[in-house]
């Protein structure tokens, strides 16, 4: 059974400050996506990745997929109450479904 | 252009009942994947439905059922209730399978 573990669980900062949040597994991934889901909405896909060692930007949010294929890393610069929610991992498993990863709730504080 | 919608939003149901939550797709979505979400937890894949024929199946026992018509809407349909079937339930449409997924607000189902 292929599963991706996020850490941390609960990540509670103030605003302006860095945190990374990690996407880690044994099982190899042909590509990975990152969501991000607010209380009372689905989750909305943040980026998609395919290419070990790929990284991408988008504004403040960092990803990065592994060399392996294998895991992957959200870094957020200077957070905002605004990124607040719960970062949610999904790879293509070699079973062709979507396995989403275990969640990380983030709670950025004015 | 509409996004995904799910209806009801919230239900309540006893146990050994049967329910049926419904998704309308993004337009010109064909593929159809319904989740479930514990709370706190990430959504676990329960199948998924392309051009109406089940495309793929998580670790969901038969009292889980579904169907999509012509128009790509789907049904996601469970039978005999149990406690543990509380969670919210997402649908997602795509134009392809694992392409990018459109999720729709859920279904909040609550099993007293």
């Known amino acids: 059974t292929q599963l991706l573990e996020q850490s941390p669980q609960f990540l509670s900062i103030q605003e302006g400050e860095n945190l990374t949040v990690y996407c880690n597994s044994s099982?190899?991934?042909?590509?990975l996506q990152w969501y991000r889901q607010e209380p009372g909405e689905g989750p909305v896909l943040l980026v998609t990745?395919?290419?070990?060692?790929e990284v991408k930007k988008l504004k403040r949010l960092t990803f990065q997929f592994g060399d392996a294929r294998k895991d992957s890393s959200l870094h957020i610069t200077a957070a905002q109450p605004g990124d607040t929610g719960l970062y949610l991992c999904?790879?293509?498993?070699?079973?062709?479904?979507?396995?989403f990863g275990t969640g990380t709730r983030l709670q950025v504080f004015p | 252009e509409t996004g995904v919608t799910q209806s009801p939003t919230h239900l309540i149901k006893t146990r050994g009942q049967q329910v049926t939550l419904r998704c309308s797709s993004q337009?010109?979505?064909?593929?159809v994947s319904w989740y479930q979400q514990a709370l706190g937890q990430g959504p676990q894949f329960i199948f998924q439905?392309?051009?109406?024929?089940?495309?793929g199946r998580g670790n969901f026992p038969p009292r889980f059922s579904g169907l999509q018509f012509p128009n790509y809407s789907s049904e996601l349909n469970v039978n005999a209730l149990e406690l543990d079937d509380s969670a919210l339930y997402l649908c997602?449409?795509?134009?392809?399978?694992?392409?990018?997924?459109?999720f729709g607000p859920g279904t909040r189902l609550t099993v007293l």
């Open positions: 997602a449409s795509s134009l392809r399978r694992h392409n990018e997924q459109f």
């Open positions: 099982s190899v991934f042909s590509s």
């Open positions: 990745v395919v290419t070990g060692g």
């Open positions: 999904a790879g293509v498993g070699n079973t062709d479904k979507l396995i």
């Open positions: 337009s010109g979505h064909n593929t």
């Open positions: 439905y392309y051009r109406e024929e089940e495309n």
